[in-house]
Each structure stands twice: as structure tokens, then as C-alpha cells.
């Protein structure tokens, strides 16, 4: 009986200590989507070293070009946080919660650009763009599928019939490349891309024109899985918020083109949610 | 271009050389050529058929799931690419549709997407008859007469149904400087070769072309008469060419020999004509001559003291009497008997031109090799002595020798006599024996005329030589019975 005891305890502590290694070892998982330019490597790996010596973790970047893949990775717990458009997040918000909003230009708000080929001197709106070849960004984008739309309904236009030909690029970046080249005449991309690539690619954005950009929309935001504990929440959003605080982070928030990051409130979202229901995607 | 043909060898040789050599580098510089436009072509069907088969392949998922994007970076990765220079750089890619529109292509501003590409213009218009005509599995090159571009059509499939059409777009601008690159190549080696074989051609044929247009100069010059083989060593060779030389040589000198036969026939024939005329003549004068002298010399006794018919007659006696001398100099007669020439004959001959070899400052050098007399007349052998070592004796400078040999060989008397002095002049030889033909002013010129009618006569030879400063006369006398 007595020693069953102690082996219960000794079990009980071995339990603990494992799990206690378990959760140093585990890595912290992080989506990427193509709401920023996800796809340059560098940059995000020094960002990802960052993470592991704040967390004293290991830290995983997936990258994904749809957001619906994110999202499903995220709800089959394959992913902790994510960063991801502020359409998936209100439309997913069951299943996420917000854990850090971006912040571009002193503001925690974006806008969507309507962008043609440089070459094109006549567009003056999206109401020129009829019969042509539109590119979206992603069925899940607010900047790259959903204003746009939005702003062919607000004119009385039906969008899956408004244009000759659409296709989905899945990123900002290739909204850009796509209109950039020709392949599309017009194309909807993020403002936030639509900066960092001037800056980083400027022949890219200096082969396209923004023709009109759209009202303010809460910044594409990171998130959480509900299902994550509270102290790795507290612990990723703690690093999120304090990176402009050390250089390296300074350093890295550059890279990325943003000031830093907030804790948000998903009021910044209404619009966002205002959009989805106007245009009846939800 | 008969005029070609009439040309010298000295250059036709050459030329046709040059001809044969260019033709033949212009040959393989061509199939050079045109070996570098069918690897062009080869690498450009090998190139273009395995870019077909990869892209067509990854092609179709895209396709067929209409992912414009993703069909769009595969068109576009290979033109992308630094090509090395052994692929041609593909100037567009298409993805066509069942309805030959673009589904996408490389090129969006130039052919955008969904347009019909029998609207683009003529070439792809026969490009897509062609796609529907005949949708082949692999990726021949395409090319149309007067075409500005390539094009590869590679069927987008999967098991043979078919999603569209892939179509690779080569520019023969790009192609052509690659070919041009290599017909230089071949163009270079070419004259590589002919600036090398072009010299060596020239120099081997006018090795070639020497030795036979010494062959015509000289045949040339024996047509003219002048009897001069090519001198020996001019092709020395042993060819056909080589023996021909040979040949041409042996020809003409016995064509020269039978010359000199002939020349000397005529020179015989005429001296024999000559001979029989004088006698003729001399002794059809001689016969009135002789009554004239007696009739003379009646006429004289008679009018012994009638001093001025003396005067006049002495004068016709002298003149007769030179008449005389004349023409009994002239009547040269074999036929006299005497006895037989012996060695104190020549002895006496010395003696009697000891005075004019005297006068002349000139010395007589006898070399007899006669121990006994021999059988010929003596008056007629003194003659000929005499009348040579006289001319000798005048023909030679001051305090020169004038030797004169004697001696008997093959059953022949053979009298030499050899003197300096000037040479006989060439057109005088050829007369030298016919009557008053002379080397100087003196004499009648009957000396060597007489000693001709006396060894004609006597049947043997006389031969003259004059060279490099020396006169030689060769009498060859056949020794008749002795009339001892």
C-alpha cells in the first residue's frame, strides 16, 4: 500500500517534469498567409529566431497562400496563431480570438487598392474595368476580393458578371505582378503590400497605377486559436507588443513595414462586418 | 572563254588548281553550314520538344483547375531563365484552349488572355487550322515558308484527352544570329583552308608549269631553226615528263647532226659544181691561150728590133702570161704521176716558207711522225703543205707558232696544221673553199680552193674549225699504191 503510494507520487512527478519538458520542447506554431509579402524568406527567419529567443521555444512558420487552409489548420489545431485578413477573422471569429492588431503609418487600419497597369492612363474607377480581366487576391480577402466587390454592388453592378474574365492570384504580391504585367487589367491588392513592395520592388509598383483606394479597414490581424492557453497567448502577445521596444525587433518591424502592434478590439472590425453582410459572402 | 584555254600554263595550271580548291572549300564550308543550321535546328526540336513535355505536363493541373496565376509563373519560369547558348530562348509561350483562345500566355500585353490567336495574324491563324487538323502527341517544330517565327505545339493531355494546346514561340531573329554565328565558323575555316592551299596551289603549279614551257620555248626555237635542246638539268626528273625532256634532247641533236650532214652535201655538191665549171672554162682557155703565147713569142722573134711592138707585145705577154698562172691554178690535176710523198718532202715545204715565216715574224713548228715515204704523189701532198702553212703563216700574229702535224692512221695520211689569230668569221666558213674567197686582201683566194680540188681529188677530206682564238686545218688523205 505504502509503496504504492510512493509510486503514485513518483509518477505523478515524472508526469509533471514531462510535461513540463514537453512544453519547453513543443514548438509554437505560427500561419503565415500572403496578407503580407509571406513569401520572402529571410526576413521572416531572423522574425522566426526572434520569436524562439523571446519564447525560449521552438517557434514554426507554416506558410500557406489560401486563407481557408490557414483557417482549417488553425481549427484542426495544427496551428496556435496566425496571421491572417481581417475577412477570415470576422467571418472565423468562433473559432479565433484577436491576439494582436498591426500597426501601419501610427494606425491600426488598411485600405484596398484598385490598381491597373501603369500603361492604362484612362481608369479612373472600377466602373471602367467592365469586360476586362480582374484579378482578385483570395476568396477570403477583404482588400483583394471583397471591397472591390463591394464597390461594384454599391454601384449597381452584379460582380460575378461584371468583369470578361477573373482569376485568383492568392497574394497581394501576384494581384500586383499579374497587373504589373498585363495578365490582368485591373486587380484589388492591400495598401499595406501595396507600400512594403514599393519600397522593396519598386519596379514592380511603378508598372502599375492605384486607381482608387477604399474606405479604412481594420489592419489584417494576428490571432490566436481559442483553444490556446492563456499563458502562451500572454507570451506571444507580450513579444508582439514589446518588439519596438528592443532593436532587433525595431529592426525586424521595418522589415515588415509596420510601427508595431496593439492589442486591437474587434469595434476596429465593424466595417469589416458591415462589408461582409452588404455584399452577402457571409 | 576560249581565251581562257588559250591561256599560258604558267597560269592555267594554277587557276584550274584555284578553281578545284575553292569549289571544294566552298562545298565543305556549306555542308559546314548547313550542318550548323540542322544543329541549330536539332537542338531547337530537342530544346523545344522536352520544354513542351515538362511545361504541358505541369500545365494541365493548372488548366484544369483554371489557376490563370499558376499557369502563368509556369509559361513564364523558362523565359526567365538565363539560357546558356546552347538553347534557343523561346520568345513567348502560349496556353490555348479546346477553342484555340488564350487560356494565358507569356506575353500578356502583346496577346492577352482569351483572345482568339486566328485573329492575332496569319501566321497563327495556319497555326491553329494546323493544331485542329492534326493534334500530334510530340512537338515538331512548325515553320512556315516566309514564317518570322517558329512555333512548337504540344498538346496539354492526360491519356489523350485533350485540355488545350501548349505553344512555344521561337523568333528566327533570335535564330539567326546563332546560325550566323556558325556559317561564319564554317566561313572562317574556309578560308583558313584557302589561304593556306590557295599559295601552295600557285607555287605547285608553277613548279608544274617551268619545265613545260621550256619544252615549247625550245620547240619553238627548233622550229625557227635554231638547234638548241633545253639544257640538261632543267627537269631532272625521271617521269614521263623527265623522259620526254630525254627524248627531245636525242631528237635535237640528231636533227642537228643531219642538219650539218646536209649543209655539208650542199657545200660538197657546190664545190664539185664549181670545180667541173672552172676546169671547164680553164681549160677552154687554156687551149686558144697556148696558141696565143706562141703566136706571141713567133711575133717577137720576128720583130726583135721594132722596140715599140716589143713593148706592146711584152705587155700582152704578161697579161697572158697571169691568165695563164690563173686559170693552170685553177686546173687542178690529180692525175699527175711522181713519185711518192716522203718525209724530206716536208722538210723541203719548211725551207721554202722559211722566208715568209721570217718576214712575218712567225714560227713553223713541224712535228712528222713519218719514217717513210708514202703513196701519194708528192707534187700534190707539197701543195696542200704549202698552201695551208702559208695561209697560217699570214692568219698568225706576230711571234705566234703555227704547228703542223703529220702522220699516218687507219690507212690515212693526216696533215694538221694549227694557228692563232683571228677566228674565220662564221659566213665565210661556210665558203672557205670555193675559188676567190678570201680572209684578207692579199692573194687571188685560190690557195684553199686548189687545196680542196686536190683532196676531193686525191678522195679524202678537209675539215676547218675556228675556235677560241685557234684555226685548225684536218686534211685526211686515203693512201693510195705506192708508185715507187
Given at each position: 500500500m505504502k509503496l504504492t503510494r510512493i509510486l503514485a507520487v513518483l509518477a505523478a512527478l515524472l508526469a509533471l517534469s514531462t510535461a513540463e519538458a514537453d512544453d519547453r520542447a513543443t514548438?509554437?506554431?505560427?500561419?503565415?498567409?500572403?496578407?503580407?509579402?509571406?513569401?520572402?524568406?529571410?526576413?521572416?527567419?531572423?522574425?522566426?529566431?526572434?520569436?524562439?529567443?523571446?519564447?525560449?521555444?521552438?517557434?514554426?512558420?507554416?506558410?500557406?497562400?489560401?486563407?481557408?487552409?490557414?483557417?482549417?489548420?488553425?481549427?484542426?489545431?495544427?496551428?496556435?496563431?496566425?496571421?491572417?485578413?481581417?475577412?477570415?477573422?470576422?467571418?472565423?471569429?468562433?473559432?479565433?480570438?484577436?491576439?494582436?492588431?498591426?500597426?501601419?503609418?501610427?494606425?491600426?487600419?488598411?485600405?484596398?487598392?484598385?490598381?491597373?497597369?501603369?500603361?492604362?492612363?484612362?481608369?479612373?474607377?472600377?466602373?471602367?474595368?467592365?469586360?476586362?480581366?480582374?484579378?482578385?487576391?483570395?476568396?477570403?480577402?477583404?482588400?483583394?476580393?471583397?471591397?472591390?466587390?463591394?464597390?461594384?454592388?454599391?454601384?449597381?453592378?452584379?460582380?460575378?458578371?461584371?468583369?470578361?474574365?477573373?482569376?485568383?492570384?492568392?497574394?497581394?504580391?501576384?494581384?500586383?505582378?499579374?497587373?504589373?504585367?498585363?495578365?490582368?487589367?485591373?486587380?484589388?491588392?492591400?495598401?499595406?503590400?501595396?507600400?512594403?513592395?514599393?519600397?522593396?520592388?519598386?519596379?514592380?509598383?511603378?508598372?502599375?497605377?492605384?486607381?482608387?483606394?477604399?474606405?479604412?479597414?481594420?489592419?489584417?490581424?494576428?490571432?490566436?486559436?481559442?483553444?490556446?492557453?492563456?499563458?502562451?497567448?500572454?507570451?506571444?502577445?507580450?513579444?508582439?507588443?514589446?518588439?519596438?521596444?528592443?532593436?532587433?525587433?525595431?529592426?525586424?518591424?521595418?522589415?515588415?513595414?509596420?510601427?508595431?502592434?496593439?492589442?486591437?478590439?474587434?469595434?476596429?472590425?465593424?466595417?469589416?462586418?458591415?462589408?461582409?453582410?452588404?455584399?452577402?459572402?457571409? | 572563254?576560249?581565251?581562257?584555254?588559250?591561256?599560258?600554263?604558267?597560269?592555267?595550271?594554277?587557276?584550274?588548281?584555284?578553281?578545284?580548291?575553292?569549289?571544294?572549300?566552298?562545298?565543305?564550308?556549306?555542308?559546314?553550314?548547313?550542318?550548323?543550321?540542322?544543329?541549330?535546328?536539332?537542338?531547337?526540336?530537342?530544346?523545344?520538344?522536352?520544354?513542351?513535355?515538362?511545361?504541358?505536363?505541369?500545365?494541365?493541373?493548372?488548366?484544369?483547375?483554371?489557376?490563370?496565376?499558376?499557369?502563368?509563373?509556369?509559361?513564364?519560369?523558362?523565359?526567365?531563365?538565363?539560357?546558356?547558348?546552347?538553347?534557343?530562348?523561346?520568345?513567348?509561350?502560349?496556353?490555348?484552349?479546346?477553342?484555340?483562345?488564350?487560356?494565358?500566355?507569356?506575353?500578356?500585353?502583346?496577346?492577352?488572355?482569351?483572345?482568339?490567336?486566328?485573329?492575332?495574324?496569319?501566321?497563327?491563324?495556319?497555326?491553329?487550322?494546323?493544331?485542329?487538323?492534326?493534334?500530334?502527341?510530340?512537338?515538331?517544330?512548325?515553320?512556315?515558308?516566309?514564317?518570322?517565327?517558329?512555333?512548337?505545339?504540344?498538346?496539354?493531355?492526360?491519356?489523350?484527352?485533350?485540355?488545350?494546346?501548349?505553344?512555344?514561340?521561337?523568333?528566327?531573329?533570335?535564330?539567326?544570329?546563332?546560325?550566323?554565328?556558325?556559317?561564319?565558323?564554317?566561313?572562317?575555316?574556309?578560308?583558313?583552308?584557302?589561304?593556306?592551299?590557295?599559295?601552295?596551289?600557285?607555287?605547285?603549279?608553277?613548279?608544274?608549269?617551268?619545265?613545260?614551257?621550256?619544252?615549247?620555248?625550245?620547240?619553238?626555237?627548233?622550229?625557227?631553226?635554231?638547234?638548241?635542246?633545253?639544257?640538261?638539268?632543267?627537269?631532272?626528273?625521271?617521269?614521263?615528263?623527265?623522259?620526254?625532256?630525254?627524248?627531245?634532247?636525242?631528237?635535237?641533236?640528231?636533227?642537228?647532226?643531219?642538219?650539218?650532214?646536209?649543209?655539208?652535201?650542199?657545200?660538197?655538191?657546190?664545190?664539185?659544181?664549181?670545180?667541173?665549171?672552172?676546169?671547164?672554162?680553164?681549160?677552154?682557155?687554156?687551149?686558144?691561150?697556148?696558141?696565143?703565147?706562141?703566136?706571141?713569142?713567133?711575133?717577137?722573134?720576128?720583130?726583135?728590133?721594132?722596140?715599140?711592138?716589143?713593148?706592146?707585145?711584152?705587155?700582152?705577154?704578161?697579161?697572158?702570161?697571169?691568165?695563164?698562172?690563173?686559170?693552170?691554178?685553177?686546173?687542178?690535176?690529180?692525175?699527175?704521176?711522181?713519185?711518192?710523198?716522203?718525209?724530206?718532202?716536208?722538210?723541203?715545204?719548211?725551207?721554202?716558207?722559211?722566208?715568209?715565216?721570217?718576214?712575218?715574224?712567225?714560227?713553223?713548228?713541224?712535228?712528222?711522225?713519218?719514217?717513210?715515204?708514202?703513196?701519194?704523189?708528192?707534187?700534190?701532198?707539197?701543195?696542200?703543205?704549202?698552201?695551208?702553212?702559208?695561209?697560217?703563216?699570214?692568219?698568225?700574229?706576230?711571234?705566234?707558232?703555227?704547228?703542223?702535224?703529220?702522220?699516218?692512221?687507219?690507212?690515212?695520211?693526216?696533215?694538221?696544221?694549227?694557228?692563232?689569230?683571228?677566228?674565220?668569221?662564221?659566213?665565210?666558213?661556210?665558203?672557205?673553199?670555193?675559188?676567190?674567197?678570201?680572209?684578207?686582201?692579199?692573194?687571188?683566194?685560190?690557195?684553199?680552193?686548189?687545196?680542196?680540188?686536190?683532196?676531193?681529188?686525191?678522195?679524202?677530206?678537209?675539215?676547218?674549225?675556228?675556235?677560241?682564238?685557234?684555226?685548225?686545218?684536218?686534211?685526211?688523205?686515203?693512201?693510195?699504191?705506192?708508185?715507187?
Open positions: 514548438p509554437v506554431r505560427i500561419g503565415l498567409t500572403p496578407t503580407f509579402p509571406h513569401d520572402q524568406y529571410r526576413p521572416l527567419e531572423k522574425w522566426r529566431l526572434y520569436m524562439e529567443r523571446k519564447l525560449h521555444r521552438p517557434v514554426e512558420f507554416t506558410r500557406r497562400d489560401r486563407y481557408i487552409e490557414t483557417m482549417d489548420l488553425l481549427r484542426l489545431k495544427k496551428l496556435d496563431f496566425a496571421w491572417i485578413c481581417d475577412y477570415p477573422y470576422v467571418h472565423f471569429r468562433k473559432q479565433v480570438k484577436l491576439l494582436a492588431v498591426p500597426v501601419h503609418n501610427g494606425r491600426p487600419y488598411y485600405q484596398s487598392y484598385l490598381i491597373v497597369p501603369s500603361s492604362d492612363k484612362t481608369t479612373k474607377s472600377i466602373l471602367d474595368l467592365k469586360d476586362k480581366v480582374f484579378a482578385y487576391t483570395d476568396p477570403y480577402s477583404n482588400t483583394g476580393y471583397l471591397a472591390p466587390r463591394f464597390e461594384l454592388q454599391q454601384a449597381g453592378e452584379d460582380p460575378a458578371r461584371y468583369f470578361h474574365k477573373t482569376f485568383f492570384a492568392w497574394s497581394h504580391r501576384r494581384v500586383l505582378e499579374s497587373v504589373a504585367t498585363g495578365l490582368a487589367d485591373g486587380g484589388a491588392i492591400s495598401s499595406h503590400v501595396w507600400d512594403t513592395l514599393s519600397n522593396g520592388k519598386p519596379e514592380l509598383t511603378r508598372a502599375a497605377r492605384v486607381v482608387t483606394k477604399s474606405a479604412d479597414y481594420g489592419f489584417a490581424p494576428f490571432v490566436a486559436r481559442v483553444s490556446v492557453g492563456d499563458e502562451d497567448f500572454r507570451a506571444m502577445q507580450k513579444l508582439l507588443l514589446e518588439m519596438p521596444s528592443d532593436e532587433e525587433g525595431r529592426a525586424l518591424l521595418k522589415e515588415l513595414n509596420l510601427d508595431g502592434f496593439i492589442v486591437g478590439d474587434t469595434r476596429l472590425y465593424e466595417r469589416t462586418e458591415r462589408l461582409i453582410r452588404a455584399v452577402g459572402e457571409k | 572563254m576560249k581565251s581562257l584555254f588559250n591561256l599560258s600554263f604558267r597560269y592555267k595550271i594554277p587557276l584550274w588548281g584555284s578553281l578545284l580548291i575553292i569549289t571544294a572549300t566552298l562545298a565543305v564550308s556549306t555542308a559546314l553550314i548547313v550542318q550548323s543550321y540542322d544543329d541549330l535546328r536539332s537542338d531547337l526540336v530537342s530544346s523545344s520538344a522536352s520544354l513542351g513535355r515538362t511545361l504541358a505536363k505541369t500545365l494541365f493541373s493548372a488548366m484544369i483547375q483554371e489557376e490563370v496565376w499558376q499557369a502563368f509563373a509556369i509559361i513564364r519560369a523558362p523565359l526567365h531563365e538565363q539560357s546558356d547558348d546552347k538553347l534557343v530562348q523561346p520568345e513567348m509561350i502560349l496556353a490555348l484552349d479546346q477553342q484555340q483562345r488564350v487560356f494565358v500566355s507569356s506575353h500578356p500585353k502583346s496577346v492577352p488572355m482569351l483572345t482568339d490567336i486566328r485573329k492575332l495574324d496569319d501566321e497563327f491563324a495556319r497555326l491553329a487550322e494546323l493544331i485542329v487538323a492534326k493534334p500530334g502527341p510530340d512537338a515538331p517544330i512548325i515553320d512556315f515558308a516566309g514564317a518570322r517565327r517558329f512555333y512548337a505545339a504540344v498538346p496539354v493531355a492526360e491519356e489523350g484527352a485533350r485540355l488545350g494546346t501548349l505553344v512555344i514561340v521561337y523568333s528566327k531573329e533570335v535564330f539567326l544570329p546563332r546560325f550566323r554565328a556558325g556559317a561564319w565558323r564554317g566561313a572562317g575555316i574556309g578560308l583558313l583552308v584557302l589561304a593556306v592551299l590557295l599559295p601552295i596551289n600557285w607555287y605547285w603549279g608553277q613548279r608544274t608549269a617551268a619545265p613545260l614551257i621550256a619544252l615549247a620555248r625550245s620547240t619553238g626555237d627548233v622550229a625557227r631553226g635554231e638547234l638548241l635542246a633545253p639544257p640538261p638539268g632543267t627537269y631532272p626528273y625521271d617521269d614521263e615528263l623527265g623522259r620526254l625532256f630525254d627524248s627531245y634532247g636525242v631528237m635535237v641533236k640528231s636533227l642537228h647532226e643531219k642538219t650539218l650532214l646536209e649543209e655539208e652535201m650542199i657545200r660538197s655538191e657546190r664545190l664539185a659544181a664549181i670545180g667541173r665549171l672552172s676546169a671547164g672554162i680553164a681549160h677552154e682557155i687554156n687551149n686558144p691561150l697556148g696558141g696565143m703565147l706562141v703566136a706571141l713569142a713567133n711575133f717577137k722573134r720576128r720583130h726583135e728590133d721594132d722596140e715599140r711592138a716589143g713593148k706592146t707585145v711584152a705587155i700582152l705577154e704578161r697579161g697572158l702570161t697571169q691568165i695563164r698562172d690563173t686559170v693552170s691554178a685553177m686546173l687542178v690535176d690529180a692525175k699527175i704521176k711522181g713519185r711518192d710523198f716522203a718525209p724530206h718532202d716536208l722538210e723541203d715545204v719548211r725551207l721554202l716558207l722559211a722566208g715568209e715565216a721570217h718576214q712575218e715574224a712567225v714560227e713553223i713548228d713541224v712535228e712528222c711522225a713519218l719514217t717513210e715515204s708514202v703513196a701519194l704523189p708528192a707534187t700534190l701532198v707539197r701543195q696542200i703543205l704549202l698552201n695551208l702553212l702559208l695561209n697560217a703563216v699570214h692568219a698568225s700574229p706576230a711571234s705566234a707558232k703555227v704547228i703542223c702535224t703529220v702522220h699516218v692512221a687507219e690507212g690515212q695520211l693526216r696533215i694538221q696544221t694549227t694557228n692563232a689569230g683571228n677566228a674565220i668569221a662564221a659566213d665565210l666558213m661556210n665558203h672557205l673553199f670555193e675559188p676567190f674567197v678570201s680572209g684578207n686582201e692579199e692573194g687571188h683566194g685560190l690557195g684553199l680552193w686548189v687545196t680542196y680540188q686536190i683532196v676531193t681529188q686525191l678522195g679524202g677530206q678537209i675539215a676547218a674549225e675556228s675556235r677560241d682564238g685557234l684555226t685548225q686545218f684536218r686534211v685526211a688523205l686515203p693512201l693510195g699504191e705506192s708508185h715507187a
